[in-house]
């Protein structure tokens, strides 16, 4: 598909860049995490970057404390998911590309929060301020056209190989369950971003549990805290 090539030749371009300038960096073993190894510690990296874009244009406007807690929850949920390996950043029996979403979740995303039916109506409604941000956060790889017209299974190959596409659907899975629950608002604590995770991302039926994310969180606790405060 003409969309999943562009994909792939612009991650392999991304990822050239981004692993030169970790070359760059002066002191590097100062970077490195004692819980982390160097592949963790590069996808880390190139998660970081894509998520504080991704959250300057979801959140313009949005104070840099709250942007910060949205990082934060972000990162976890990619630890917890898949930790920064791309063995589990595949499909997989639960989930798919490194926030391990699955389908039915990615589809409804597209066609339940993004774009949905109106009550009493064949008509369907769009959320127009999201519409141009898929092709923002895809430098022009994606156009709502061509997303809305995909079926399950394209939008998770997608998913598995364009991870700006499946951060943003991971953040936009926060954002409807935050919209619905009234939740403007977030503590940046482990705990507290564990029991967001538990309840709204993987939930009830999930396995996954409120200890395993703090644990994960733990892990790069180190370099997700370092210079960057919420006041």
């Known amino acids: 598909m003409r969309v999943i090539k562009r994909v792939i030749v612009t991650r392999f371009i991304i990822a050239i860049v981004l692993s030169i300038s970790m070359v760059n960096l002066a002191e590097p073993s100062t970077y490195i995490s004692n819980f982390l190894t160097q592949e963790q510690l590069g996808n880390y990296m190139q998660e970081d970057y894509r998520l504080e874009r991704i959250l300057d244009i979801v959140y313009p406007k949005v104070a840099k404390d709250q942007k910060e807690c949205w990082r934060r929850l972000l990162l976890g949920t990619v630890a917890v998911e898949s930790n920064f390996l791309i063995r589990y950043s595949k499909r997989t029996p639960n989930g798919n590309g490194p926030y391990q979403i699955i389908g039915d979740t990615i589809y409804g995303v597209i066609h339940s929060y993004v774009s949905y039916p109106l ?113």
Not at 213 to 223: K, P
Request: net charge negative; glycine share 4%; proline share 1%.
């Open 119 to 231: 009550a009493d109506s064949k008509e369907i409604g769009i959320r127009k301020e999201l519409i141009a941000i898929f092709e923002k956060v895809t430098d022009g790889r994606i156009a709502w056209d061509e997303l809305v017209a995909m079926d399950k299974n394209q939008l998770v190959a997608l998913c598995v190989e364009d991870y700006d596409f499946s951060a943003l659907v991971s953040l936009l899975i926060y954002k409807d369950a935050f919209e619905r629950n009234n939740i403007t608002q977030f503590k940046s604590d482990p705990l507290n971003l564990a029991k967001l995770w538990k309840e709204f991302y993987n939930t009830s039926l999930g396995v996954g549990t409120v200890e395993r994310f703090v644990r994960r969180f733990d892990s790069i606790a180190d370099i997700i805290l370092a210079d960057k405060t919420v006041t």
